[in-house]
C-alpha cells in the first residue's frame, strides 16, 4: 500500500487519495473509503483483460458522437448501455473486489444494490476541466448523505496528470451541502490502466482538462442503492431477450430482482421469472429473506450525519 501524508509549507495536509495493489482485501478498502470517500487499487485487471475490453469496446466509442454539453464535454465521447457491448465488461461488472466493497459500503443501507450506470469517457486532446459535481446531486438529498452509490471507475487508458486523470476532494463526503472544494483541496487519480478509482455519492470530483496529445479514457461501472432509481434504465437498455444471456448475478444487479421488500415487482412476482423459460410464475411480491435482512437495517436518518465544517 503507498498511502503518504505530506506536509506543504504551511503545515496543511497536502490532499492524497489512498492507493493499494490489487492483492488489497475489501474490508481495507471499505475502511479507506469510510474515512477519506475514495481510494485507488492499481492494476487490478492485466494487460490481456484490458486488450479484450478495448476490442469489444472501442469501436463503439470511435463511432460515438462528441458531447452536446459542456458537462458531457465537447471534445468527449461517451458510451452507455455497455453490458451489452462487452462480455469483459459484464464480467468487470461482477468483480468480486468491487462486489465486496458494495456489500460494505452500500449493503447496510439496503437489502440489495443495483448496477447504477455504465460508461466510457474519451477525453480527447483539448477538453477542458468538467464542472466538479457530487454524484449523488442527482438525488433530492441534502449532502452529507450515507453513501447512495458507489462509483467504480476503471482506467481504461493510463491516467496522468497531462492527460486529464479525475480530479477528488478526499474527505469532501463528510462536506456540508454548500461547501465547495478550493483548487488546493482537489487531487487527480494519476494510475496505471486496469486501476480503478473509487468514490461515493458526496465526494466532488470531475475530469481535469486534457493537455496532452493522446486520449484519456475512464469506464464507469457505477452502483446504487436498491431502493433508488437507477441513472440508467439499466432493464430497458438491457432487455429481458438480451438479459437471460447474461449471468444470473448480473441479471439480478441490473434489476431483474426485487430492490427490497415489495420493491420491482411484476405481476405480483419477482422480475427474475421473465429471464426463465421454466417459470411457473410467483405470486409473491416479497421474500422471507429479504424481509428478515430489511428488519436488520438501521433507519436513515437523512441529514443526521456529522459533518467536517
Ligand atoms: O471522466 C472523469 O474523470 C469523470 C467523469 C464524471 O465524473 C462524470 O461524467 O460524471
Redesign the pocket.
Known sequence: MTKVTQMNGNDSKVPEIASFDSDVNAATLVEELESAGCVIVKNHIDDHRMHQLHSELQPYLDSAPYGRTEFAGRTSRRRNGLLTKSETCRDLAIDPLVLAICDGILGPNCVNYRLHVTML?E?MPGEVR?EI?R?GEIYPIQHPAPPMTLSA?WAYTDFTEEN?A?LVAPGSHRWSQDRRPEADELVQAVMPKGSLLLYTSSVW???EANRSDSVRT?MGLHYSLGWLRQEENQVLSSPPEVARHFSERLQRLIGYDFGGPYLGFVEQGNPIGLLRDDDEGDFARTEPALNAQREKIELLRLGALNTDD
Open positions: 469517457v477525453l468538467q459535481h454524484d471507475f486529464g479525475t470530483h470531475g475530469s475512464g
